[in-house]
């Protein structure tokens, strides 16, 4: 009993397409194609063409479960697909050399700074060939979107026989999944050296925090001692420094008090002289007015005798004012001298506690930038080891995306249905082949392009009628596909065999079929009278 299989649909009506696509139009559509396509001789000794069988075949595709996915196997191995493999960097080597050196810092620092290196440039990628495995995303895309619409049948279509049996395209399959589980081991061997790089570095920079707990707690223990005695020293030192001060300034002040005092006299002296000197001066010229000479001169006398003592007493002044500056000068310099050699004693107590504080400040921050190394250290190796393990799980996201959202509950058959025309001449055989497609509705085309649609050649106008479902599914038949077979002779011959055991051709149904088919085109416009006739009186007679 054969196993059930599952087949793809060929046409698939469009969204806007009323009309149903039937199978007799289906044939028909082909035929019309692969009449289009025939090459009629008359150019460049062209050879004449005969279409020698059109055959509708079955490519046959493996679906292999993987969790909730499936990959899909070429059954013909017409496929590979190629994985880019990056080989990592010894990391249980890397772990066990971190581990090892935890215990000694600098032996654990100098292990870091060896490694620094170790993982640049080391991305240096190979390509694994991974045969049969279909990865083009347009076709693992249609695949995904048919799939659900396939029909499970238990009749052996016309298919061609898989090359790959179950067991070979499970292992293709397997090959893929073992790649990806050893990616999936080197990201959880990143993710581990990272998780243990940054444990280790974490516990010696708990142990320097300690150390500089210890180091502030015995420079506190010190200072507790020295900054009461500083202060009070300091409190001593300023006391004696207030006392020198205060009998400087009463020594300094008695003495300007005793020179002011002088001065004070002195200039109550230089004014009454001044006044006396005005009062000579008018007695002189009331003198002078009235003639009298010997008043003048006696007066006279008296004047000079009197500027003389003005300026003896104004001398005196001068000097006694001079010396009253001198005296607050000196005393500003005593004081002066007094303040800068008691700052100079104060400030070496103070310097005894700043000193102090700022060697617990120097060795607490020489622990700190042990701290800052180490992160930076870290660090630069936790970033080039991310790295790679993005690099790792974009290679796997890679693996991941050749697979479809769809799963079997086995491997089984998929087989994409396809047209092969075989085209015979003088000089060869040539193929076609035409893969799944959709069908158009008329009436939209027709209204856009009304006037020069009749004008379009008959595969022009097939072509607008059935579209493809997938440029990748076309690239597939038509350059993979038949590329191998004119490789492959083999299997030439046996698509040769296909194509004429299952010629539409010879089938007498088939050519009432391509009757009904050809009308139901014409009516819809895609094909003319003429045309309809000539297709008729060359394949259905």
Same mark, same amino acid.
């Given at each position: 009993?054969?196993?059930?299989?599952?087949?793809?649909?060929?046409?698939?009506? #469009?969204?806007?397409?009323?009309?149903?696509?039937?199978?007799?139009? @289906?044939?028909?559509?082909?035929?019309?194609?692969?009449?289009?396509?025939?090459?009629?001789?008359?150019?460049?000794?062209?050879?004449?063409? =005969?279409?020698?069988?059109?055959?509708?075949?079955?490519?046959?595709?493996?679906?292999?479960?993987?969790?909730?996915?499936?990959?899909?196997?070429?059954?013909?191995?017409?496929?590979?697909?190629?994985?880019?493999?990056?080989?990592?960097?010894?990391?249980?080597?890397?772990?066990?050399?971190?581990?090892?050196?935890?215990?000694?810092?600098?032996?654990?620092?100098?292990?870091?700074?060896?490694?620094?290196?170790?993982? @640049?440039?080391?991305?240096?990628?190979?390509?694994?060939?991974?045969?049969?495995?279909?990865?083009?995303?347009?076709?693992?895309?249609?695949?995904?979107?048919?799939?659900?619409?396939? @029909?499970?049948?238990?009749?052996?279509?016309?298919?061609?026989?898989?090359?790959?049996?179950?067991?070979?395209?499970?292992?293709?399959?397997?090959?893929?999944?073992?790649?990806?589980?050893?990616?999936?081991?080197?990201?959880?061997?990143?993710?581990?050296?990272?998780?243990?790089?940054?444990?280790?570095?974490?516990?010696?920079?708990?142990?320097?925090?300690?150390?500089?707990?210890?180091?502030?707690?015995?420079?506190?223990?010190?200072?507790?001692?020295?900054?009461?005695?500083?202060?009070?020293?300091?409190?001593?030192?300023?006391?004696?420094?207030?006392?020198?001060?205060?009998?400087?300034?009463?020594?300094?002040?008695?003495?300007?008090?005793?020179?002011?005092?002088?001065? =004070?006299?002195?200039?109550?002296?230089?004014?009454?002289?001044?006044?006396?000197?005005?009062?000579?001066?008018?007695?002189?010229?009331?003198?002078?007015?009235?003639?009298?000479?010997?008043?003048?001169?006696?007066?006279?006398?008296?004047?000079?005798?009197?500027?003389?003592?003005?300026?003896?007493?104004?001398?005196?002044?001068?000097?006694?004012?001079?010396?009253?500056?001198?005296?607050?000068?000196?005393?500003?310099?005593?004081?002066?001298?007094?303040?800068?050699?008691?700052?100079?004693?104060?400030?070496?107590?103070?310097?005894?506690?700043?000193?102090?504080?700022?060697?617990?400040?120097?060795?607490?921050?020489?622990?700190?930038? @042990?701290?800052?190394?180490?992160?930076?250290?870290?660090?630069?190796?936790?970033?080039?080891?991310?790295?790679?393990?993005?690099?790792?799980?974009?290679?796997?996201?890679?693996?991941?995306?050749?697979?479809?959202?769809?799963?079997?509950?086995? #491997?089984?058959?998929?087989?994409?249905?396809?047209?092969?025309?075989?085209?015979?001449?003088?000089?060869?055989?040539?193929?076609?082949?035409?893969?799944?497609?959709?069908?158009?509705?008329?009436?939209?085309?027709?209204?856009?392009?009304?006037?020069?649609?009749?004008?379009?050649?008959?595969?022009?106008?097939?072509?607008?009628?059935?579209?493809?479902? #997938?440029?990748?599914?076309? =690239?597939?038949?038509?350059?993979?596909?038949?590329?191998?077979? =004119?490789?492959?002779?083999?299997?030439?011959?046996?698509?040769?065999?296909?194509?004429?055991?299952?010629?539409?051709?010879?089938?007498?149904?088939?050519?009432?079929?391509?009757?009904?088919?050809?009308?139901?085109?014409?009516?819809?416009?895609?094909?003319?009278?003429?045309?309809?006739?000539?297709?008729?009186?060359?394949?259905?007679?």
């Amino acid at each position: 009993m054969s196993l059930p299989r599952l087949i793809l649909p060929y046409v698939v009506k #469009s969204v806007s397409r009323a009309n149903p696509f039937t199978d007799d139009m @289906e044939i028909a559509a082909l035929l019309c194609f692969a009449e289009a396509r025939r090459k009629k001789g008359g150019f460049l000794g062209v050879s004449i063409e =005969k279409l020698s069988f059109i055959s509708k075949l079955h490519y046959p595709l493996w679906a292999v479960p993987w969790e909730d996915e499936c990959v899909i196997v070429d059954g013909l191995g017409s496929f590979s697909y190629t994985a880019i493999y990056t080989k990592p960097p010894d990391m249980e080597f890397f772990t066990e050399q971190i581990k090892r050196s935890t215990t000694v810092r600098e032996f654990y620092r100098n292990t870091l700074k060896s490694f620094a290196k170790t993982f @640049e440039g080391i991305i240096v990628e190979s390509y694994v060939p991974v045969e049969a495995i279909i990865s083009d995303t347009g076709i693992l895309s249609y695949l995904e979107k048919k799939l659900p619409e396939s @029909e499970t049948k238990t009749v052996s279509p016309a298919s061609i026989p898989p090359t790959l049996n179950k067991e070979l395209a499970e292992m293709a399959a397997e090959k893929l999944v073992q790649d990806w589980m050893r990616i999936q081991s080197e990201i959880k061997g990143f993710q581990y050296a990272i998780n243990v790089l940054n444990a280790e570095t974490r516990f010696h920079e708990e142990k320097i925090l300690r150390e500089i707990g210890q180091i502030r707690e015995a420079y506190e223990t010190e200072l507790s001692h020295i900054r009461p005695e500083a202060s009070q020293q300091i409190e001593r030192l300023l006391s004696e420094r207030d006392t020198k001060l205060k009998w400087i300034s009463r020594t300094g002040e008695s003495r300007s008090q005793r020179k002011l005092r002088e001065k =004070k006299k002195i200039e109550k002296q230089l004014r009454k002289l001044e006044l006396r000197s005005v009062e000579y001066k008018k007695r002189r010229e009331i003198r002078k007015n009235r003639g009298d000479k010997v008043g003048v001169a006696r007066w006279t006398y008296k004047l000079k005798d009197c500027e003389n003592e003005v300026s003896s007493i104004r001398r005196k002044l001068q000097t006694v004012s001079r010396t009253l500056d001198r005296a607050h000068r000196e005393c500003e310099v005593a004081i002066k001298k007094l303040n800068d050699a008691y700052q100079d004693l104060i400030d070496r107590e103070k310097k005894r506690v700043i000193e102090l504080e700022a060697r617990a400040d120097c060795e607490t921050q020489a622990k700190k930038n @042990e701290i800052d190394e180490l992160q930076a250290d870290t660090l630069a190796i936790v970033t080039l080891i991310k790295q790679l393990k993005e690099q790792k799980q974009q290679h796997a996201s890679n693996l991941k995306a050749v697979t479809i959202s769809w799963k079997p509950e086995e #491997s089984t058959l998929v087989y994409v249905p396809f047209y092969l025309v075989g085209y015979e001449s003088k000089r060869k055989l040539r193929y076609y082949a035409y893969p799944p497609v959709v069908a158009m509705d008329h009436r939209g085309i027709l209204t856009k392009i009304q006037k020069a649609f009749r004008k379009y050649s008959l595969e022009s106008r097939i072509n607008l009628l059935l579209h493809s479902s #997938s440029k990748a599914l076309d =690239k597939m038949f038509s350059s993979t596909f038949i590329s191998k077979m =004119k490789k492959d002779k083999k299997l030439s011959m046996k698509l040769q065999i296909m194509g004429h055991s299952n010629n539409l051709l010879d089938l007498p149904e088939s050519k009432e079929k391509l009757r009904r088919g050809l009308e139901k085109i014409q009516k819809e416009g895609w094909i003319k009278p003429e045309e309809k006739s000539k297709i008729l009186d060359s394949y259905a007679k």
